[in-house]
């Protein structure tokens, strides 16, 4: 039986529309609303197989409920309704995370196939999951110094860390079939949430530091199960909120979410703070990535005399170049002999795709795993998930010079 809740603003369209389904045998409404806020508490409270929404309704719209019954219910699927089925709204409901979209009016006939449709297609990704994610084995003892943090950084911003860091997470997903946390470090200016369409007002750290003691339980409420699989811990949704985020509890979100991912992926700003260290120590690799251009290699290198300082095992670097293919007059060749030690990828400069991506929300390693710019994402997850974890005995306790911390 498929459980659905049916959400419009009139009341006599709730009752047509429960009527058109009332000689499905498989179809069971549930529940009606008739508002977006009320669809968001009777969502939560009857976890329907499939939501039929209208996308306007007065007050909480259909594109914000969507949004967020999305995010928090991702299990129960929204098939939006409108009018006038604009390539606008479409893109808006899309955007908010509806699997559908029927155009009023519509036929019984087209009403039950659009359900039955959307419920079989939820029921098959939800297969898919679970064949990619490994249920945690239950009170076994895991091998946590197997997991691996993973730091994504560059002396400078607008290198691609973020771009990189996001479709990184999900190729090491692809490729290795595990448990992958992405973790959105860039406290005041995060932007993975728009690259994976989630709204950090509906769910970020921030609830966490909120919630009080930084405990697994409370760390573990506030990551989002993304619809591609992985699991999402977006920055504060505002500037102002990073100051609650203290380097040590983002440290301590970093450690706890090791403890049940294979890897976390970290996208860290393009500064040696307090933060960004205290993950570089916690972190079994740190992609530094470099563009082909005079002033970044020269950060980087001042970058692996820091590491140097900070002893941290030349192993545990991985110098990565974006944009490759774009240099003026500056070739790998160079930049190995500059910093002296050789390049560990490269990944080629796509604009036209990596923009798109971005105003779809949907990352291009899912959208077109076949490009370029996918296949030197998912040859640079190999590279780092092939290596085990390397330097679990490196990290000294006693920094010196420069960086030393307490
Ligand atoms: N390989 C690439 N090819 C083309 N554009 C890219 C590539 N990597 C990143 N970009 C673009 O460069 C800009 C900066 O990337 P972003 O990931 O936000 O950098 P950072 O997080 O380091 O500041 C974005 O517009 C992004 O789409
Ligand atoms: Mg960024």
């Not at 509806?98 to 990704?125: N, W, Y």
């Not at 079994?284 to 095992?313: G, H, P």
């Not at 998930?385 to 490196?394: L, Q, V």
């Given at each position: 039986m498929?459980?659905?809740?049916i959400?419009?603003?009139?009341?006599e369209?709730?009752?047509?529309?429960?009527?058109l389904?009332?000689?499905?045998?498989?179809i069971?409404?549930?529940?009606?609303?008739?508002?977006g806020?009320?669809?968001?508490?009777l969502?939560?409270?009857?976890?329907?197989?499939?939501?039929?929404?209208?996308?306007?309704?007065?007050?909480?719209?259909?594109?914000?409920?969507?949004?967020?019954?999305?995010?928090r219910?991702?299990?129960?699927?929204?098939?939006?309704?409108?009018?006038?089925?604009?390539?606008?709204?479409?893109?808006?409901?899309?955007?908010?995370?509806?699997?559908?979209?029927?155009?009023?009016?519509?036929?019984?006939d087209?009403f039950?196939?659009?359900?039955h449709?959307?419920?079989?297609?939820?029921?098959?990704?939800?297969?898919?999951?679970?064949?990619?994610?490994?249920?945690?084995?239950?009170?076994?003892?895991?091998?946590?110094?197997?997991?691996?943090?993973?730091?994504?950084?560059?002396?400078?911003?607008?290198?691609?860390?973020?771009?990189?860091?996001?479709?990184?997470?999900?190729?090491?997903?692809?490729?290795?079939?595990?448990?992958?946390?992405l973790?959105?470090?860039?406290?005041?200016?995060?932007?993975?949430?728009?690259?994976?369409?989630l709204?950090p007002?509906?769910?970020?750290?921030?609830?966490?530091?909120?919630?009080?003691?930084?405990?697994?339980?409370i760390?573990?409420?506030?990551?989002?199960?993304?619809?591609?699989?992985?699991?999402?811990?977006?920055?504060?949704?505002?500037?102002?909120?990073?100051?609650?985020?203290?380097?040590?509890?983002?440290?301590?979100?970093?450690?706890?979410l090791?403890?049940?991912?294979?890897?976390?992926?970290?996208?860290?700003?393009?500064?040696?703070?307090?933060?960004?260290?205290?993950?570089?120590?916690?972190?079994d690799?740190?992609?530094?990535?470099?563009?082909?251009?005079?002033?970044?290699?020269?950060?980087?290198r001042?970058?692996?005399?820091?590491?140097?300082?900070?002893?941290?095992?030349?192993?545990?670097?991985?110098?990565?170049?974006?944009?490759?293919?774009?240099?003026?007059?500056?070739?790998?060749?160079?930049?190995?002999?500059?910093?002296?030690?050789?390049?560990d990828?490269?990944?080629?400069?796509?604009?036209?795709?990596?923009?798109?991506?971005?105003?779809?929300?949907?990352?291009?390693?899912?959208?077109?795993?076949?490009?370029?710019?996918?296949r030197?994402?998912?040859?640079?997850?190999?590279?780092?998930?092939?290596?085990?974890?390397?330097?679990k005995?490196?990290?000294?306790?006693?920094?010196?010079?420069?960086?030393?911390?307490?």
């Amino acid at each position: 039986m498929i459980k659905v809740l049916i959400v419009d603003d009139i009341p006599e369209t709730r009752d047509h529309l429960t009527k058109l389904l009332a000689t499905e045998q498989e179809i069971d409404v549930v529940a009606t609303a008739g508002s977006g806020e009320e669809a968001i508490r009777l969502a939560m409270e009857v976890r329907p197989d499939v939501i039929v929404m209208d996308i306007n309704m007065p007050g909480m719209d259909g594109v914000a409920a969507a949004e967020f019954i999305s995010q928090r219910l991702p299990t129960s699927p929204i098939i939006m309704m409108s009018v006038h089925g604009e390539a606008e709204q479409l893109r808006r409901a899309i955007a908010a995370g509806a699997r559908e979209f029927l155009v009023k009016p519509f036929s019984a006939d087209e009403f039950s196939t659009t359900i039955h449709s959307v419920f079989g297609k939820e029921l098959a990704r939800r297969e898919q999951l679970q064949v990619v994610i490994p249920p945690t084995p239950g009170g076994q003892s895991e091998n946590i110094e197997d997991h691996q943090v993973i730091a994504m950084f560059s002396p400078k911003g607008g290198a691609g860390r973020t771009t990189i860091a996001t479709n990184l997470a999900l190729a090491i997903q692809r490729e290795t079939k595990s448990r992958v946390c992405l973790i959105d470090a860039n406290l005041q200016f995060g932007d993975i949430g728009v690259l994976l369409n989630l709204n950090p007002k509906n769910r970020s750290m921030l609830d966490a530091v909120e919630g009080g003691e930084p405990d697994a339980d409370i760390i573990n409420s506030v990551v989002i199960d993304h619809s591609t699989g992985i699991r999402v811990l977006l920055a504060p949704p505002a500037p102002e909120g990073a100051d609650l985020v203290t380097p040590a509890y983002l440290r301590k979100m970093v450690d706890q979410l090791r403890v049940n991912h294979d890897y976390v992926i970290v996208d860290l700003p393009a500064a040696l703070t307090d933060h960004s260290l205290g993950v570089m120590d916690a972190a079994d690799q740190i992609v530094v990535l470099s563009a082909l251009e005079i002033t970044t290699i020269k950060n980087v290198r001042l970058f692996l005399e820091v590491a140097d300082q900070l002893e941290y095992d030349r192993s545990k670097i991985r110098l990565v170049i974006n944009r490759s293919d774009t240099a003026q007059g500056i070739r790998i060749g160079d930049v190995e002999a500059s910093i002296r030690r050789s390049i560990d990828g490269t990944i080629v400069s796509d604009g036209r795709l990596a923009v798109l991506a971005v105003n779809r929300g949907v990352p291009f390693v899912v959208s077109h795993p076949d490009s370029a710019l996918s296949r030197d994402i998912a040859k640079l997850a190999r590279t780092l998930a092939g290596e085990p974890a390397a330097n679990k005995s490196t990290e000294k306790s006693a920094k010196r010079g420069l960086f030393a911390r307490r």
